[in-house]
């Protein structure tokens, strides 16, 4: 039937008019599909922080899909009325209104008069989104009589496949309605703050009168157009007594909109409130591989799948940092100030705050100073200065050296040639001659040394160690190089931090200590639900026991001591819980750091020159001043305190683990007469046969040590000559003679080139 009749009744016309014969339209329509498959709606995605406030909007199209029962019965009237008031009447065709069309393009040759019936219209518009290329778009739009006949061959199938109210829904869904709305729903949103079910006469009218010409009719840009626009909607329902006089006369009095209860469709992480923040997010989302096999597949999935994405960010303790950055710092300045706050634990990443905002003038950027350059956004870091200590710290305690361990740390050293063992053999500088920066005590503890930061003391601890140690460690913890994304660097000046991470790599590292030698990966999203609601897999929360807890607990007790009286970081200590950290300064102080912890937050910030090639930042300036003297505890660390103090505001007081190890000195083969002992029997009956014994947390007695002494390690124990190290560990639980495996990392760091060492 519509190959004859339509071919026989409609084409002629289109022959007389345009050549088109009644033969090319039978077998245009006899081509085609006798099935119409519907085009996906693209729905936007949202990002949301923990407490379910809105981060961002992604989206192609903004909309929001709605059931037809979800819109108001005057706006389904007054789009029928305007577009095809003889919609429930008649096919896929109106005769009446093609007829009419055809006469009135009869002068043109071409199609510039409608009288497509919502069904065609709701067809043109799935075949444009349907469209993947320019020329697939093209031919979708084209204004020939083959798109028309095209159209109408589709427009029975939709009609076969769906009823009235059905397609009516999904043409209301899927149109465009101006200034960035998509579907009658975020219209309604967008231009009047309420949802499609409460639409009135007026606003009606004017959304019916959009679908047209969605940019010419825009009131956002020409009011007047909108409402003229309008008005002829408005009359035309009059005319088709869907409305009364006096409802009319009303109408036509409103104004076509309240400029007040326009909501800006703020697409991006660019018009979120958090944009640095978001692109991260972003980013991790488009690594995924479950939503696209690259990136730009990932992207467009995210973009139009109509996800609702629900991430870590605590706004309280964002707007605690922000704030903290805000009063230390201002835009314009020459210099750069960033902190990252992580959830120890977990690796949840609970703010991240810069002092630069999003955009492109002046004291703003689109870089992201607190991760790494494999991230959209991501600027590289900055070297790590001596807060990479504690990794040295954290090397010598495993080995099992006493925190009270001493060095003689003379103000300079000469490492000329000296050389120090690595993952593949070992490595020297020539002429290497580094120097103290601080007032030290000649002959440190490593509590004492790392109170002052004494450079010579961790020189002389790392080649000790051994710098392979050191880098396993700093890699089991999430270091690498942030600009190049290679391993840290094993050469002598290594343990004075010669490489550049980001403040949220050092945050999760020093989370790590916080949680007891447990490393969690930084960890954003913690739920992506789809467009119908059901949870999506995702990767939650990945941490590992990298370290022993004992090993951790003496890096807690030391850089506690750090924040205690004596220390560089001891101006910077706040309320009752323990807290722990480090400073950090490069040469020349091109970087500032202050890295430190609780045992339920922690936070790195820096303050840096802002760009390569980098500059001291004596002379920069910083909340709006030359800086005469710059430090981790004087500069970087009131950014760490302020963050810190508001932060952890609410959480119960927490105190370290006390370490639980007893170190002696003397000959190891009379070791196992302790085991059993308690701690402060043990340290007693070591003493009395002549050994030099020490307990790691200071004072250790029964009553603060839980469990007895179990077993020593038989590694150092079995064939150690005399006058080793031994550590004898305080059971916890486990069986005599169990312990944990020493973590290994599966990726060797090279043995870099010397480097010159950092304060």
Known sequence: MLSGALAAGLAIPFAGLAGFTTQKTSETLQDLPQQFDEVPLKQKSQIFAADGKLIATLAEQNRVPVKLSQVAPIMQKAIVAIEDDRFYEHGALDMKGTLRALLQNQSSGSVQQGGSSITQQYVKISLVEKAKTPEEVAAATADTYQRKVAELRYAVAVEKQYSKNEILEKYLNLANFGDGAWGIQQAAQHYFSVNASQLTLAQAAMLAGLVKNPTGYDPTNNAK???????????????????????????????????????????GCANGPYPFYCEYVVSELENNKAFGKTRSEASNYIKTAGLTIRTSLDPKIQAAAQ???????????????????????????????????????????????NVGKSYAG???????????????????????????????????????GKKFSTCEGTTSAPDYTPKNSTKNVPDPTMIQAAQK????????????????????????????????????????????????????????????????????????????????????????????????????????????????AGGTGSKLKFGNSDLAGKTGTINQAKAVWYAGYSSKLAAAAVVADASPPYHQLIGQTLNGEKMRDASGSGTAG?????????????????????????????????????????PDDASNKLKQAGFEATVASGTVNSEEAAGTVAYTDPR????????????????????????????QNSTKPPNGKPGRGNR
């Open 453 to 564: 930061s004494t450079n010579t003391y961790f020189l002389q601890l790392s080649q000790q160690t051994g710098l392979c140690s050191i880098a396993r460690i700093s890699a089991n913890l999430g270091l690498y190089n942030a600009q190049s994304g290679e391993p840290l660097q094993q050469v002598p000046s290594m343990t004075l931090g010669i490489d550049y991470v980001t403040p949220l790599q050092l945050t999760a590292a020093y989370a790590a200590f916080a949680a007891r030698g447990m490393y969690c990966v930084p960890w954003l999203i913690t739920s992506i639900k789809d467009s119908a609601g059901k949870s999506m897999s995702t990767p939650g929360a990945n941490c590992k026991q990298v370290l022993k807890p004992e090993v951790a607990d003496g890096v807690n007790a030391v850089l506690h001591q750090v924040m205690e």
């Open 378 to 416: 991501g600027y590289g870091g900055y070297q790590i200065g001596s807060t990479m200590k504690a990794f040295t710290i954290a090397a010598a305690i495993q080995k099992g050296l006493p925190l009270n361990y001493k060095i003689n740390s003379p103000d300079t050293i000469d490492l000329s």
């Open 638 to 678: 009131p950014i760490w305190e302020a963050a810190m103090k508001s932060a952890l505001q609410g959480y119960p007081t927490t105190r370290f683990t006390a370490p639980s190890s007893i170190v002696v000195r003397g000959n190891v083969k009379d070791l196992p007469f302790v085991n059993g002992m308690n």
């Open 323 to 369: 704030r903290s950055i805000d009063t230390h710092s201002k835009p314009t300045d020459q210099a750069v100030a960033a902190i990252t706050i992580v959830e120890p634990g977990t690796g949840v990443v609970k703010a991240m705050a810069q002092s630069r905002t999003y955009g492109n003038k002046r004291g703003q950027t689109a870089y992201n100073y």
């Open 716 to 743: 150092q124990r079995d064939g150690a000559p005399e006058g080793s190290l031994v550590t004898i560990y305080v059971s916890n639980g486990n069986k005599q003679g169990q312990q944990p495996n020493e973590p």
């Open 225 to 267: 157009r909108a409402k003229d626009r309008r008005d002829v909607v408005i009359r035309r329902m009059l005319e088709l007594h869907v409305i009364s006089l006096s409802q009319a006369n009303s109408a036509l009095k409103t104004p076509v909109i309240d400029p007040a209860k326009v909501r800006p469709n703020k697409l």
